[in-house]
């Protein structure tokens, strides 16, 4: 159990090094340029009921935006390495992060349809069903999405050590190559926050008070990430970008699409329309597959 602050207080102590040929003001910057936004997002996410920093009417959007920033991040550490294996493993990791923001940021977005707002509170409140038996395409979209966003297997290619070293963590050593681990698997926690909210009722739960409910609701999607990592084999890159845009982009549309049209024919949606809407999403699914 105390594993990881062994591994922390031993890190403290490696040597920090910075390459002769390093832009050395981006290379320091980048780790914290990595972390600070994963940090950023959870001021609007509800660990509990009334138990938020700020409750935004754009909350849905502040957090995406939030986790565009690592694009940055990424790009900052390869090209101020001053290592040309660096600043390849950042361009196909950026090619990856942006061909899986779009199907994300979809996924969202049909959320915020059924929802009618962007708020986080808002669509917890407005869950009379967990929309994860809603949108069935869109839990799918989102899980792919956000597994590639967080550099979970099967979509590791960043780290992939027989193509590219350490990708563009190549030249990171001591605290700040801690960091960018610090960022990755507190990005990991905030996803299962974020799925928590947006399909799983947030807070919501009998008996338990709100926060257990939250926690265990968070990790159940931990345990999902960790099976899912055990079982799937690295993908190539070609095969990610392919399934990015060949497959998960036009789903998501269709999720988008259904969902849209569904809200005009039932605007605010009762417990009895979000049960037929249940019925007609999934056999879209069905066909869809």
């Known amino acids: 159990l105390l594993q990881a602050s062994a591994d922390s207080i031993k890190r403290l102590f490696k040597e920090d090094l910075v390459p002769r040929g390093a832009a050395r003001l981006l290379f320091n910057l980048a780790p914290t340029v990595m972390l600070a936004p994963s940090l950023m997002a959870l001021a609007v996410i509800p660990f509990g009921k009334d138990s938020y920093v700020a409750d935004l009417n754009i909350g849905v959007l502040y957090v995406v935006a939030m986790g565009g920033v690592a694009s940055l991040a990424v790009l900052m550490a390869g090209y101020a390495s001053g290592n040309k294996l660096a600043l390849l493993g950042s361009m196909r990791a950026v090619a990856m992060l942006i061909s899986y923001e779009i199907p994300l940021i979809m996924a969202l977005l049909g959320v915020t349809v059924l929802a009618g707002s962007m708020s986080v509170v808002s669509i917890i409140e407005a869950q009379s069903i967990p929309y994860v038996l809603v949108a069935p395409l869109g839990v799918?979209?989102?899980?792919?999405?956000?597994?590639?966003?967080l550099n979970r297997p099967p979509f590791d290619v960043t780290e992939a050590e027989s193509e590219l070293v350490a990708g563009y963590l190549t030249?990171?050593?001591?605290?700040?190559?801690?960091?960018?681990?610090l960022a990755e698997f507190s990005n990991v926690v905030l996803a299962g926050a974020l799925f928590a909210v947006l399909f799983l009722d947030g807070w919501e739960g009998a008996i338990l008070p709100s926060h257990l409910w939250f926690l265990i609701?968070?990790?159940?999607?931990?345990?999902?990430?960790?099976?899912?990592?055990?079982?799937?084999?690295?993908?190539?890159?070609?095969?990610?970008?392919?399934?990015?845009?060949?497959?998960?982009?036009?789903?998501?549309?269709?999720?988008?699409?259904?969902?849209?049209?569904?809200?005009?024919?039932?605007?605010?949606?009762?417990?009895?329309?979000?049960?037929?809407?249940?019925?007609?999403?999934?056999?879209v699914a069905i066909v869809a597959f």
């Open 140 to 149: 799918l979209t989102f899980l792919v999405a956000i597994s590639a966003e």
């Open 171 to 181: 030249e990171y050593s001591g605290m700040k190559f801690g960091v960018f681990y």
């Open 217 to 283: 609701k968070i990790f159940g999607f931990l345990f999902v990430a960790s099976w899912v990592r055990s079982t799937l084999p690295r993908m190539r890159l070609d095969q990610i970008l392919a399934f990015a845009w060949k497959f998960l982009f036009p789903l998501s549309l269709l999720n988008v699409i259904v969902l849209a049209i569904e809200v005009i024919a039932w605007p605010a949606p009762s417990t009895g329309q979000l049960l037929a809407m249940s019925a007609i999403n999934w056999g």
